[in-house]
T-cell receptor, first 111, second 114 residues
Framework: GENVEQHPSTLSVQEGDSAVIKCTYS??????FPWYKQELGKGPQLIID?????GEKKDQRIAVTLNKTAKHFSLHITETQPEDSAVYFC??????????FGAGTQVVVTP | ETGVTQTPRHLVMGMTNKKSLKCEQH?????MYWYKQSAKKPLELMFV???????ENNSVPSRFSPECPNSSHLFLHLHTLQPEDSALYLC?????????????FGSGTRLTVV
């Protein structure tokens, strides 16, 4: 089955700097890669996703890149703000809709 | 609110108790999921329902019993739990399992087994 590894497990950045979280997956059948943000006391919320026919997608300060050959995908947050502090999860899924999640990255943005 | 509502938000139960977790969505989704979230571990898929039919049971102990009476409601019945079952239980929904799309999560039920 699919195995998703996520790094780093914790990431501390200065406000205004960029944050990058990286994930790798094992199943070449995976074709859908969402990213979720989980704030304290809430469930994970979808913030951006990318499908395997696209190499990069951007939405304001967040972007995701996908390298299908290397089975890598990354989340980039630019101009970080304190409200970006949360746990971020990557996931990989196939056409059957089943998602496998990474272990999460705790992002702390310090003013 | 995400459109997926879970109740209760917090639950403390003894090992001999029986309780139920409830999940409700009115997003028109046909697939619903139960996940277990423990500290410093990946989200663990427990059960998948698609059009009210259970399509996956991820080797979950029988002390967890799911029920899906319709596409909008999902329950997790709990009995004779162990302290290691303490975790955040998340419900999610998606259009259906064949679409390969994103999930919408509820806020979870924080379960403590004493």
């Amino acid at each position: 089955g699919e195995n998703v590894e996520q790094h780093p497990s914790t990431l501390s950045v200065q406000e205004g700097d960029s944050a990058v979280i990286k994930c790798t997956y094992s199943d070449s059948a995976s074709n859908y890669f969402p990213w979720y943000k989980q704030e304290l006391g809430k469930g994970p919320q979808l913030i951006i996703d990318i499908r395997s026919n696209v190499g990069e997608k951007k939405d304001q300060r967040i972007a995701v890149t996908l390298n299908k050959t290397a089975k890598h995908f990354s989340l980039h947050i630019t101009e970080t703000q304190p409200e970006d502090s949360a746990v971020y999860f990557c996931a990989a899924g196939d056409s059957w809709g089943k998602l496998q999640f990474g272990a999460g990255t705790q992002v702390v943005v310090t003013p | 609110e995400t459109g997926v509502t879970q109740t209760p938000r917090h639950l403390v139960m003894g090992m001999t108790n029986k309780k139920s977790l409830k999940c409700e969505q009115h997003l028109g989704h046909n697939a619903m999921y139960w996940y277990k979230q423990s500290a410093k571990k990946p989200l663990e898929l427990m059960f998948v329902y698609n059009f009210k039919e259970q399509t996956e049971n991820n080797s979950v102990p029988s002390r967890f019993s799911p029920e899906c009476p319709n596409s909008s409601h999902l329950f997790l019945h709990l009995h004779t739990l162990q302290p290691e079952d303490s975790a955040l239980y998340l419900c999610a929904s998606s259009q259906d399992t064949g679409q390969g799309g994103g999930y919408t999560f509820g806020s979870g039920t924080r379960l403590t087994v004493v």
